[in-house]
Antibody, heavy 119, light 110 residues
Framework: EMQLVQSGAEVKKPGESLKISCKGS????????IGWVRQMPGKGLEWMGI????????KYNPSFQGQVTISADKSITTAFLQWSSLKASDTAMYHC????????????WGQGTLVTVSS | QSALTQPASVSGSPGQSITISCTGT?????????VSWYQQHPGKAPKLMIY???NRPSGVSNRFSGSKSGNTASLTISGLQAEDEGDYYC??????????FGTGTKVTVL
């Protein structure tokens, strides 16, 4: 069974750094794109970017370019989403999801990681 | 890249059919047959309902169907049931960035 398990909820202060994770299992990790999606409280879904662990090819949506870093470690079949300096506006649920290379739809999805940034 | 445009809400009575529209541009919906639809219940992860405009994943009810005309894609739910309540999002591959979501539609079963 293909599964994505995300790291637990985080509470951080503005200016702090953070790295959340998404561990894949039950599929060939290097043959699937991993996408990260933001959902701010009470709002819709937003694509942040995607990474192909096979060659680390990473594409960011313009709104998130320079704001976050997406990475992946093939050895532990885990993708990461990282901030160097959090802002209150980063408070959101973050989902990871996967798409087979050559496909353009994403399934399954991780359970989500809630990030709360508050002073 | 602006979000694709969806109606904020759609409602229907049990057994009725409803259609949710998703309007984009020639750079996304109009340019590719890579539209997918996701259902999200409160506090849950999104669930894939339709992919590549018209295809239904295994396990998704055949009451759900998708179509596209020009720059607008549509999701139709027939035989509306209480369990269909939730938020629905379209998504399209786009030549400008990677992917773009729709603004989301809240479906209410009256």
């Amino acid at each position: 069974e293909m599964q994505l398990v995300q790291s637990g909820a985080e509470v951080k202060k503005p200016g702090e750094s953070l790295k959340i994770s998404c561990k894949g299992s039950g599929y060939s990790f290097t043959n699937y794109w991993i996408g990260w999606v933001r959902q701010m409280p009470g709002k819709g879904l937003e694509w942040m970017g995607i990474i192909y662990p096979g060659d680390s090819n990473t594409k960011y949506n313009p709104s998130f370019q320079g704001q976050v870093t997406i990475s992946a470690d093939k050895s532990i079949t885990t993708a990461f989403l990282q901030w160097s300096s959090l802002k209150a506006s980063d408070t959101a649920m973050y989902h990871c999801t996967i798409a087979l290379n050559g496909d353009f739809w994403f399934d399954p999805w991780g359970q989500g990681t809630l990030v709360t940034v508050s002073s | 890249q602006s979000a694709l445009t969806q109606p904020a809400s759609v409602s229907g009575s049990p057994g009725q059919s409803i259609t949710i529209s998703c309007t984009g541009t020639s750079s996304d919906i109009g340019g590719y047959n890579y539209v997918s639809w996701y259902q999200q219940h409160p506090g849950k992860a999104p669930k894939l309902m339709i992919y590549d405009v018209t295809n239904r994943p295994s396990g998704v009810s055949n009451r759900f169907s998708g179509s596209k005309s020009g720059n607008t894609a549509s999701l139709t739910i027939s035989g509306l049931q209480a369990e269909d309540e939730g938020d629905y999002y379209c998504s399209s591959y786009t030549s400008r960035t990677t992917y773009v979501f729709g603004t989301g539609t809240k479906v209410t079963v009256l």
